[in-house]
């Protein structure tokens, strides 16, 4: 953990000759998914995707022409992404799929055991022949808690999955050896980067505490352990525990990323521990150590904020999920909580680090998938569901029955990690995500940067090394600044924003500012610093929307509004020298087409109602912090 | 009545009882599924409809369901199964299976279904084989053409075409009479949207960033270390220097063997199913009629 933290920049500088080649800049900008499962997740294997191995999941990321596992369809991603994590669930990983191709070696048991085993085997193959799998899944699904507010893990309605196929450690050591293979076959420096990982897969009595596990090491290390699973304990802490002691033992370097805090029932980022226990300084370092970044937007909805916390903000209302993963019966409803949000939570890092010295939250962001049928997809024209079963327009509209009425159309397509390093490799991407180089969108590929500094001169916009100036005069997305010599001085942010070059054109670039009020309570404000058009800002300091071109009878978007570029230099003018604060950057994309809407026009009805018909893409960077 | 146990006419009805008797106690269904008028229920039949019915095919919780049932719906769900029953078989009688394109769809589809599993095959593929395959389907496996350039921006954004199309021009000249160098483009025209050099980047790629017709431009160019254009993209006009074209190219069998080898399997497989299908037809003669009508004329 150590070295990548410091050869990050030394690397940086020392390669900066070779990747000057490139694009003349200090770092690449390369596009990829940390979060990807196959039919080795038990899950996945139930609904539909009985066929869609890591091999497929990294040929479809290369730009191969790959079968989809469910509808077998020919199906290729047009633009290839750099880099893919296969994660998978450790617990029963690649089980599923070996007990129901007959390879399982299941281990002695009793007799009732035994017989137990038998007709759970028999009535998984007789489900899975008459595709009515995804019954199981729901048979898994954790039941609400009986105590709100309290430990869900000591909650009486918190339950590990039964071990109905007896300690199938032996299937899953054959499983994760099968996936490392993959990953090593398909790691090509330079062109394209994989990365062992698994999903540890925390849910206790529905709060979804999920991380995706990955490290940047090579087969011959990661196949000295086996993925510590939700089975092996359900708290974060045992997990960062199971971390230092693997890389210590092994030399492994491990990085946990949360995801879905927007159903984690207010647990994910919380002002204490999910034990209960006030926050200490030992805490915030530990997690903060192993989890620098986490999923900002993914199938399951966007977890920036929400309209409750942030009523000002009127892009807050984006693609929200309020499901949670549990069963429906006797349940409570979905409720939004200040711990499920990004935002929120960057603002209790704030006010914790005032308060113990350290910032727990202190994290950068990116999306990613998490689509169950290994094939990342996060276009709106390109989306291939969530699982393998709810892939075509028709049979999204029956996804999921039994779960609260959730459909495919409830789902996002949605989102990409976007990762500033210097050079495509194992090393080089991981050493980005230390240093929270990063950012997340929500499927397009927008480039952007973000650099924060105290002397920036004005800004000439056509300069052509504008990345030098921010990195020569400031730190760039995941950096710090602090206390200035000069106690006049207001920190100054110096943004790019460019629109994918093979998608629509750009509407605004907002400055999210949160900081630590007087009360010791994190506030927010959104600055609109740069936008297209000749949009002026009214008197309550929100700028017009700016309109909307998608053709509703073709899906297609005219690219008559918006602008290629926007680029600013913003200064802040509510600067107080003596408040903790964090600034991040949101672009907003002008409107287009969100995939319910295309089903609807091939399925010639009127648009789904899961979701609005157009939508407003995004990307989101990681802040940089300003400490007194 | 010892007399008239010993009389044979006795004994002969006797033993016709007894064979009536047993025939009727261990043979019920098949005397009645021969006839088309009598329609059995039972427990199995409600179970099967019920499944059917909710497209759920699960037994257990059909059972469930069925044994919860109260006298008046299980009366109204045998109302239903004995309406179906009968109008299927009325069907069937007047011949509507015959032609009908969504049963015949359906048979065609188990049928499929069930030779897909006859004809799994042992997945070894020796290197011959791998050879072979590659060289016969060499167009499935080209690789993308490439390009390595530069290039100076002059955006339309701030000036009209013609000005930034005369403004390229001017420094045309000057870019090639001062032999000015590839790594020294940065220093001229304006930052563009996206990349400065494009090195060995694909062809898709390319025309994402710049267009169709300004990437097949560029495919023309020559690579002889001059500065070459004014070419035009939808953000303005752009001189290039190209360092090299790889045109499209057939890669090495070790790229791509992997590829190869999920191909062969996926064409073994097809292979086996069309040999199961040639199979079963040589059990068919096909026999060509005279046509009853003629094509190309409307009838």
Known sequence: ????????????????????????????????????????????????????????AYRWAKGQPVIHPYNRTRVQLARPLDFLVVADHAELMGVIRSVHRGEAELPDMSLWGSLKRW????????????????????????????????????????????????DTRGIEQIAWNEIVDAAERHNTPGSFTSFVGWEWSSIPTGANLHRVVFSPNGGDVAKKYLPYGSDDSQYPEDLWTWL??????????FMAIPHNSNISKGYMFQETTLKGVPITADYAKTRVRWEPVVEITQTKGDSETHPAFSPDDEFANFEHYPYYIQNV?????????????????????LKMEQKVGTNPYKFGVIGSTDSHSALSSSDEDNFWGKMGRDSTPESKRQFGIGRGGVTGWNMAAQGLAAVWAVENSRDAIFAAFKRREVYGTTGPRMRVRFFGGWGFDALDEQQSNLSEVGYKGGVPMGGDLTRPADASATPQFLIQATKDPAGHNLDRVQMVKGWLGEDGEPRETIYNVAWSGEREIDGGGKLPAIGDTVDRQTGLTLNSIGVPELVTLWADPDFNPDQRAFYYVRVLQIPTARHSLLDGIALQTTAPEEGPAVLQERAYTSAIWYTP | MRKLVKDPLLQFMLIGFLFYGV?????????????????TINDEALLRHLQAQDKVFDRTSATKTLAALDTESRTRLEDEFIRD?????????????????????RLIQKMDFIMQGFAATDNTVTEPELLTFFARHKQDYRREAEATFTHVFFSTKTRTLAEATSAASELLTTLNQTSVPFEKAGEYGERFYFLRNYVKRPKRLISDHFGPEMTADIFTQTANGKWAGPLLSQYGVHLVMVRTITPERDPDMAEVADQILANIRRANSDKARAKALQKLMEKYTIERTANAIELGQTP
């Open chain 1, 329 to 349: 019966k006797d349940a409570r409803p979905y409720e939004a909580r200040r711990g499920d949000f990004i935002r929120p939570a960057l603002g209790t890092g």
């Open chain 1, 244 to 253: 230092e002691t693997t890389s210590a033992d092994t030399g492994a370097e």
């Open chain 2, 23 to 39: 025939f009727t106690l261990f043979a019920p269904e098949s005397q009645q599924a021969n006839d088309p008028t009598i329609i």
């Open chain 2, 85 to 105: 029953e009968i109008m299927v078989r009325e069907a069937i009688k007047l011949g509507f299976d015959q032609d009908d394109e969504v049963i015949r769809g």
């Open chain 1, 119 to 166: 007709v759970a085997v028999k009535v998984l193959n007789s489900k899975l022949e008459d595709d009515t799998a995804g019954e199981i899944f729901l048979d898994l699904l954790p039941k609400d808690m009986a105590v709100p507010e309290g430990d869900p893990v000591q909650d009486a309605n918190n339950q590990l999955p039964g071990q109905r196929f007896g």
């Open chain 1, 1 to 56: 953990m150590k070295l990548p933290y410091i050869l990050g920049f030394g690397t940086a500088l020392a390669c900066s000759a070779g990747a000057w080649a490139e694009t003349g800049e200090a770092t690449n900008l390369y596009w990829g998914d940390t979060h990807l499962h196959t039919s080795y997740s038990f899950d996945a294997f139930l609904a539909g995707n009985k066929t869609a191995d890591p091999d497929t």
